[in-house]
Nanobody, 124 residues
Framework: QVQLVESGGGLVQAGGSLRLSCAAS????????IGWFRQAPGQEQNSIAA????????YYADSVKGRFTISRDNSQNTVYLQMNSLRPEDTAVYYC?????????????????WGQGIQVTVSP
């Protein structure tokens, strides 16, 4: 089992930056691929980034490519999402999720464990 806790969200002006962290409990964190998802009010949840267990495989949605960077530090049981050049349309609740696999996963239905979510608000 792994438990996930997101942090680093908040309110930022357009063009600004935030770094989200996803801290995981458990000794086998390095066995898990991690994904970041977001859900804006009235919209469906979307995958925005994912990283394999060793960081060797990374996925970005087109909407965040070139602006967001996902990384992980297995020694700290933490995955990061650096978000730069933020836009009002990035406003959403952001979730991290974990699945035990050596590969990378994009679909939310393939993830086994979820954090509680954290709000990111980007003002114009």
């Amino acid at each position: 089992q792994v438990q996930l806790v997101e942090s680093g969200g908040g309110l930022v002006q357009a063009g600004g930056s935030l770094r989200l962290s996803c801290a995981a409990s458990g000794r086998t964190f390095s066995s898990y691929a991690i994904g970041w998802f977001r859900q804006a009010p009235g919209q469906e949840q979307n995958s925005i980034a994912a990283i394999s267990w060793d960081g060797g495989k990374i996925y970005y949605a087109d909407s965040v490519k070139g602006r967001f960077t996902i990384s992980r530090d297995n020694s700290q049981n933490t995955v990061y999402l650096q978000m730069n050049s933020l836009r009002p349309e990035d406003t959403a609740v952001y979730y991290c999720a974990a699945v035990r696999t050596k590969n990378i996963r994009v679909l939310s239905t393939t993830y086994e464990h979820w954090g509680q979510g954290i709000q990111v608000t980007v003002s114009p």
